[in-house]
């Protein structure tokens, strides 16, 4: 094949995912969107029946909810980390992940922001929590690391879709030319007037490496933000500073566990191996391995420091987290994200593109069993022994969880119909 | 037109809508909530009436808080010879009887297939008239039967049966502490529960005597009790079979083996008669026939290590005035006469009477029956020999062991009429209900103690359709003869009044709420040839219960089961075992060891052919071999009849205990019962305990210009009778949750007590509440500052404001703070109940403890009228007001002669977690007290 055959291909093979859904594809979607109208129904009786209807007591007061926003801002770091920081480093195969990750990103940011929403026992009192002029002159405490979230995430929504949106804009003119009636002035409008001349293609270079530095900072701070949510308190188990970077590590890790969990069935059903290798998998393998290191070392320095700060607090916390009630869970934790991930060392391990997509899965889980183990087992028992008690997530946490991963799948099944998966651009440029 | 026009017209149209207003059907109750009449109603403000609390016998003196004509609140009346202000969790909680949803409201009778119609006060009453003559005619006897029934109400039940020909039968008390008045009549002539004067005592032992809970007369106790240890040279010690709260508070508490008591008593009395302190001889029939023990023979008796017995009885002869008590378990076992006896002879000859053991002012106890007198009204009933069976404000077939049949026997009375307020089991089996009101809404009086008359006084009219006690008995003596003494109960009262205390002193008692009449001293002698005889017959008894023993004790919080139904004594939990709703068994450490259980799993419990399945609560403290229900926690226990006193025995001895495999689904509150080395409660391991903190803050100190307001609680004056709660709950609208989120840890209580053990079984309390930390954890992780610092150094709570993130909660080391899990509702009328100076709060809100801001608020608000400061003493909190030991101080840090400065400023005052840095404003005063099995230092 000569050179424009082998580009118009791509588009082809890239755009043929847009085609009429098959019944599979509806199938999926129908249970995604299920899921996440259980989660707005569930939601509404919470509200008008009270938050008892969740499992959190006293005085566990953060559970399932507070783990599920960590999880999510999590998976949203990879997104941010592949198209900005990798694209900073010329990383090439980047190409073959940026865009479905760029769409996770955004699409996990949505459902991890309506999880500090669900947890408010007054939800529909939420814009209590933004700093606006008002008459009588109340005020946001900017002490509170509960506002820094508020800004990290919208700051980090905010970029996230610009991002994905200047990533999409020269696809959308390809795809315009694809369609007809209807579609095509609608793609026709998002791709701005998109002709690909000179001067478009040189500004728009520069406007995505500018967007990439900026966003590339964020990478650091959002999770630094959200991981003192725990730091500036004084509850024994969360006040450390060694937080700000294992929650980052962590929330890459998690971030491209999730990418491999979408990938490779994607590049399965749309047939796309010619275009995501599995060197690419075994570069991806790669950061989750070095992340995974940072993670398990975070868990032995915890551990370290409470053993010499002679803290009876922090003793007790980190002997009830390893040995309490929640034994279970943490075991769970170490072994998904210390000791599977070992196993990457192996060369074959990580071409295995069926093995990463499992270990992925166990990486998921593990990852969000480590939030619940932070959050649960150190509010669990902290200083006042009368007061000790233990939390078990209810039916409604369970079901508003579940909503989430519909929320999450739901638009990422009406992205992949929608927008084409991979950088047609891109890849035509390493072609 | 120009502003100022425009408002004019618009306040003289809105005025003269107003008043154009004002002729309609509500003019009345308009005008009378603005104007005040003569006994005060300004919206607003709080008034406060003197009554008296019916809740238990002991007839506390109440001070009724009424917002806009509604009771909302029960305080102790200070000055009162009962309780001199205190007031216990039963009688703070008697409130919600008063409003209690379930309440009977009208007469109810019982038709023909069982269920009850509602009937009016006419029918009913004239179908006991009817049935009492017809009773007459057809030679049934009429039967009255009551509880404990004092002044004047006694004396017109009296005139009451004489005049139509009723058989008034000896009342009925579950705890009618007969052994003690047996003992009493056999060595002194005198069958009653004397007046113990412990805050004259130098050294007090009680044995068996539960007086910080339920004893005769708990609160006067505690607060005698507080005077005497406040002496400074006073020491108390305690004997007893099982844990009581009582036991976990004295300064060194004893573990006697079930039924032994006699022994120890006997040993102390000899060793009294060797060493003295001695006022007077036993004549030498009476020493002869004492049994003689040595140290090591009396120790082995009574399971008492010999060397503490020795010591025992060393400070007790060398005590000037020393006191003994016994009664309670200690006296309601086969031998319980022997230990009542001993103690009178040991009061006797330590020359106690009549200085601390006064009988010039007993209890009157005298009238109270026994369960004799039970069994033969139950054999009456069942031979079907009575007509008109009157039973008032006692609940037999519920109190009384399995074997009296009680409830079958009711049923064969011709008429059975309950007097009562809820449905029990009592009142449900009667023919005939006929509603009473509660003492906030009637006339009378009461005389708990010889010589004190406290006046029952209504508050509001009746909530529903009932009436008093009195009332009604007028009313049947004025159906049956058509003249009754008096035309009301209030009428016949005053009329009584006038004849005992004249006119001025009527007046006096109205006003007051309470005469303390003075009464010559009274001097008994001791029977020499009575006791002497007793000792001889005594001694060739033996029948200690056989181990294992189940003891059935008194409760803290339902007392004989009277206060079950009452919402709020659910909700706090008991303090010892910190369960809120259900009923358990304490079994001791050893034993759960042995059966391999933990706490909550059930067990059955069996004696014979009675059996009862209870879940296990593992109690530290608790001796093996011996375990512990409440006296309301198991259904007709085989209980027998002790033959000379007529006391029931609240042992059941040689009980089998198998575990049932099943946990029962019951809250217990707290999460350890060890406080794991922390030093909340010091001791002097943490004496030296370095804080690692810096106290630098990148933002400004707070100031406080005029007041910051703390709170210090000397731990060696608290018991943990848990008064405080309920008067928090009370007060600040706290809401009453109920068992299921009791049992995920959802109770809302902003003060709650702490019990922690030692390794030794002892016990200590901790009342915990908000510390308002002047470096408050709480207030930097709110975001929209619902958790702020007031310039008095209040952590307040802006409820509006809150939007339930809850991190404040997490974030506070005492976790104090309480969020809103469900809307709460106050059952109608619960509802009137709720104080009107603070809201309710809405779901999805967190709530704390703020010191009681609205009385801080109210005392402020006084004192600038007077353009001066809020003085010392002048505001103080709920729980610091309901104190019975007074160990909760309340004031302002600022004043430097504040009572609260003081104690703050006390070498053994210190503050729980001082390490965190958060600065409360709470000092607690540790480390003086003593507790079982551990001296103290005072």
Known sequence: ?431 | MKRRDFLRVLGILSGSTLLSSCGSRKTKDFVSSVLPPEEGVIPGEAYYSPSTCTECPAGCGLSVKRREGWPIKLEGAPEHPINDGGLCIRGQSSLTRLYHPKRVNAPLRRNGDGKFNAVSWEKALSLVSESLAGSRDAGRKNLFLSGRTTGSLSLLIDAFCGKLGVERLPEFEVYSHSAVAEANGLLFGERDVPHYRIENADFLLTVGADILATHVSPVSYTRKLSRARSGGDFRWFHAEPHLSLTGANADRRFVVLPGREAVLLAYLLRQVLEKGPRRHGLPREVVNALPRYSVENASDQTGIPAEKLADLADRMTKARFPLVIAGGVSTSHRRGLEVAALAGMIQWVTGEIPGLVDFARNEQYGGTGTYHDMEALSARLSKGEAGVLFLSRTNPVFSLPGGFAFRENVRKAKLSVAFGDLLDETVQEADLILPLSHSLESWGDVEPRRGVVSLVRPVLGSLHDTLSEGDILLRLMGAVSGEGPATGYREYLFAEWTKRFGEKGKDALIRDGFVEESLPEKRVTLNGGKAAAFLKGAAAEGGEPKAPVLVLAPSLRTFDGRSRGLPLLSEVPDPLTTISYGRWLSVSPGTAKALGVKDTEEATVSSGDWSQVLPMKIQPGLAEGVFVAGRDFVDSPPLRTEERTGEATWYLEGIRIEKSGKVAAIPVLSGSPSQQGRGLIPDPSHKDEKHHHGTESLYPEHEHKEYRWAMAIDLALCNGCSACVAACYIENNVPVVGKKDHLKGREMSWLRIEPFYGEAGNVDFLPMLCQQCHSAPCETVCPVYAAYHNPEGLNVQVYNRCVGTRYCSNNCPYKVRRFNWFWHLWKKPLDRMLNPDLEVRAAGVMEKCTFCVQRIRAAKDKAKDDSRKVRDGEVTTACAQSCPTGAITFGNLLDTKSKVYRLAHLARAYRVFEGLGTNPSVYYLGGAKGGPEREGHG
């Open chain 1, 1 to 431: 094949m000569d050179k424009p055959d082998k580009l118009a291909q791509v588009e082809q093979d890239v755009l043929s995912a847009m085609k009429k859904p098959g019944l599979g594809y509806l199938a999926a979607l129908g249970c995604s969107a299920t899921l996440f109208l259980t989660l707005l129904g569930l939601w509404g009786y919470q509200m008008a029946t009270g938050m008892g209807v969740a499992g959190i007591t006293h005085p566990v007061g953060w559970g399932v909810y507070i783990t599920n926003f960590v999880f999510w801002v999590g998976i949203a770091h990879s997104g941010t980390l592949i198209s900005a920081v990798l694209y900073l480093f010329r990383a090439r195969f980047r190409t073959s992940f940026n865009r479905p990750a760029e769409a996770m990103t955004v699409f996990a940011l949505l459902a991890a922001g309506l999880f500090p929403l669900i947890h408010l026992g007054r939800s529909w009192k939420f814009y209590y929590l933004f700093p606006y002029p008002t008459q009588r002159m109340l005020w946001v405490n900017f002490r509170s690391p509960l506002i820094w979230d508020v800004f990290a995430v919208s700051t980090y929504l905010t970029v996230s879709v610009v991002f994905f949106y200047v990533g999409l804009i020269p696809d959308f003119a390809i795809a315009r030319r694809y369609k007809e009636g209807l579609a095509k002035r609608i793609y026709g409008f998002f791709s701005l007037g998109w002709t690909g001349t000179r001067r478009q293609w040189k500004n728009y270079n520069q406007l995505y490496l500018f967007l990439a530095a900026f966003a590339t900072p964020l990478v650091a701070s959002v999770h630094s933000v959200v991981s003192w949510d725990f730091a500036m308190s004084i509850i024994p188990g969360w006040h450390t500073t060694i937080f700000a970077p294992y929650f980052v590590a962590g929330a890459i890790f998690s971030g491209t566990a999730m990418v491999i969990t979408l990938v490779v069935p994607m590049r399965k059903i749309l047939a796309l191996d010619r275009y995501i290798t599995d060197d690419h998998f075994e570069s991806i393998a790669k950061i989750l391995l070095f992340t995974s290191l940072i993670v398990t070392y975070s868990y032995v320095v915890e551990f370290g420091l409470a053993w010499y700060s002679g803290n009876p607090y922090e003793m007790e916390t980190f002997r009830y987290r390893a040995l309490g009630d929640y034994t279970v869970m943490f075991w769970i934790m170490i072994f998904c994200n210390s000791l599977i991930p070992l196993t990457l060392f192996a060369r074959r391990l990580r071409r295995n593109v069926k093995y990463l997509f499992v270990l992925s899965l166990f990486v998921n889980v593990g990852m969000w069993v480590e939030r619940f183990v932070i959050i649960v087992t150190s509010l669990a028992r902290d200083y006042d022994p009368y007061v000790w008690g233990t939390y078990t997530p209810s039916i409604v946490e369970v079901g508003i969880t579940l909503g989430s991963f519909g929320l999450f799948f739901t638009a990422y099944l009406l992205f992949l119909k929608t927008l084409p998966v991979l950088s047609i651009t891109e890849i035509k440029e390493h072609l």
